[in-house]
């Protein structure tokens, strides 16, 4: 079981910039597959990138060209950077290890979150 921790949300003016934290606590972190969710009040969580341990990249359309997802195996994290926000980019934003079949499922609990809040 691989415990994860989310850190770096905060409030921001749409146009702004944030940098999400995902560290990761358990074996073999660099040969797992990390990806990034969230979830907006009244709404389903969404998966809206994945980072492979070799390196393979893929975004939602909703956060691609303002997203980038990257990773330090060496610091057991994985990093969220996020321009032009914009306020339906609102939401808590949640680290996990995505299916390789599903993308939207996951395979680890849970943790609690970051809150992102843009306005407007």
């Known amino acids: 079981q691989v415990q994860v921790s989310e850190s770096g949300g905060g409030l921001v003016q749409s146009g702004g910039s944030l940098r999400l934290y995902c560290t990761a606590s358990?074996?073999?972190?660099?040969?797992?597959?990390m990806g990034w969710y969230r979830q907006a009040p009244g709404k389903q969580r969404e998966w809206i990138t994945t980072?492979?341990?070799?390196?393979?990249?893929f975004y939602a359309d909703s956060v691609k060209g303002r997203f980038t997802i990257s990773r330090d195996n060496r610091k057991s994290t994985v990093y969220l950077q996020m321009n032009a926000l914009k306020p339906e980019d609102t939401a808590v934003y949640y680290c996990?290890?995505?299916?390789?079949?599903?993308?939207?499922?996951?395979?680890?609990?849970w943790g609690q979150g970051t809150q992102v809040t843009v306005s407007s």
């Open positions: 996990n290890e995505p299916s390789e079949r599903d993308f939207d499922q996951v395979v680890q609990p």
């Open positions: 980072i492979s341990g070799g390196g393979d990249i």
């Open positions: 358990g074996e073999f972190f660099a040969f797992r597959t």
